[in-house]
């Protein structure tokens, strides 16, 4: 991730993402500053509403990534208008809320398989 005046760039490359730079995303937008990125199966649509606090385009089309950054660099009011959307995106991301998540989701997967186990546990008895 290279800083280049009021913003960043995250240079592609590969059409796989590591996990370093699928995490990219979302550390970009932590300052407030509107993402283009690729459209990855996972990571960038989580974070980027497409037109709001970023963009998000093709996998591998160079061309519609440069376009992108390029109108972000010659929109100086629109880009500074999706820097401040793209921090109250970030918010969701903080890592008190995400463990709290992750903790929800364990529970209902452990109460899920209770029930399911109680329930094969009768179907045995009949």
Do not use: C
């Not at 240079?11 to 990855?40: C, I, N």
């Not at 010659?74 to 208008?81: A, Y």
């Amino acid at each position: 991730m290279e800083r280049h005046g009021r913003g960043y760039a995250v240079p592609p490359h590969a059409h796989q993402p590591s996990v370093p730079a699928a995490r990219a995303g979302a550390r970009t937008v932590s300052p407030g500053l509107p993402v283009v990125s690729y459209g990855y199966k996972y990571g960038p649509r989580d974070v980027i509403q497409d037109g709001r606090n970023g963009f998000v385009v093709p996998n591998g089309d160079v061309e519609a990534l440069a376009e992108r950054v390029s109108w972000l660099l010659s929109h100086p009011v629109r880009r500074r208008i999706m820097g401040v959307r793209a921090r109250f995106a970030q918010l969701r991301f903080r890592p008190r809320l995400v463990r709290r998540r992750w903790l929800e989701l364990l529970d209902r997967i452990e109460q899920q398989a209770k029930v399911e186990t109680h329930r094969g546990s009768q179907a045995r008895e009949r």
